[in-house]
């Protein structure tokens, strides 16, 4: 596949966010951009200490991959899994999510 690169006249950075959004828009990748929708919103449905020690990951069908900083926050979170799911689907305007695994990794 064949990327076209254009030249950018400003040599302000770009926020890898912004990047990753307009490749997932050129590939239509309705998946995809269900999960950027959910990290948009994290912070602001899970809070502030939530969101430095737990962030989304990735989007299985309806099912949502979070990765978590340490066991603890695996445990805690897992309480809280229902309340999560029904906010997320609230503010997202359709049932995009069913379930959230928690995981240990890269926060």
Not at 38 to 49: L, M, N, R, Y
Not at 66 to 71: D, I, R
């Amino acid at each position: 596949m064949m990327v076209k690169m254009h030249k950018r006249k400003n040599r302000e950075p770009i926020h890898i966010q912004s990047v990753l959004k307009g490749i997932l828009k050129n590939y239509n990748s309705e998946k995809g951009s269900d999960l950027f929708q959910i990290t948009d919103i994290w912070e602001s449905v899970v809070g502030q200490t939530i969101s430095k020690d737990a962030r989304p990951w990735k989007l299985n069908g309806k099912k949502l991959e979070v990765h978590v900083s340490a066991s603890v926050w695996l445990q805690q979170l897992n309480y809280m899994k229902s309340d999560m799911i029904q906010k997320l689907n609230e503010r997202l305007g359709n049932n995009v999510i069913n379930n959230i695994i928690f995981k240990i990794g890269n926060v």
